[in-house]
């Protein structure tokens, strides 16, 4: 059975910085390709960075240059630094299996990120 367990997220000002960290376990991690996603209050969820197996990445429009994804395969877990938050930002963030690559994991209870002055 797989499961994922997201941390890091809090309350941060603008212009801050976070670091969150999901661990998958139930799983042979390093052959997947891995994403964060988050969900603003009424809006969808919303894919924002993805990892292959190797180290290579990708990023939505609205992160890119802002957040960094990265993967530890022997701790099978994926990281997600995010400087320079903005109000914006504000969410609750998961990390998945990609969803255009394989099926989707249970969802883990995410990690709540919230932005404010």
């Known amino acids: 059975q797989v499961q994922l367990v997201e941390s890091g997220g809090g309350l941060v000002h603008p212009g801050g910085s976070l670091t969150l960290s999901c661990v998958a376990s139930g799983v042979m991690f390093k052959f997947f390709i891995m994403a964060w996603y988050r969900q603003a209050p009424g809006q969808e969820r919303e894919s924002i960075a993805v990892?292959?197996?190797?180290?290579?990445?990708n990023y939505a429009d609205s992160v890119k240059g802002r957040f960094t994804i990265s993967r530890d395969n022997a701790k099978s877990t994926v990281y997600l630094q995010m400087n320079s938050l903005k109000p914006e930002d504000t969410a609750v963030y998961y990390c998945?299996?990609?969803?255009?690559?394989?099926?989707?994991?249970?969802w883990g209870q995410g990690t709540q990120v919230t932005v404010s002055s």
């Open positions: 990892i292959s197996s190797g180290g290579n990445t």
């Open positions: 998945n299996v990609d969803h255009l690559h394989h099926n989707p994991w249970p």
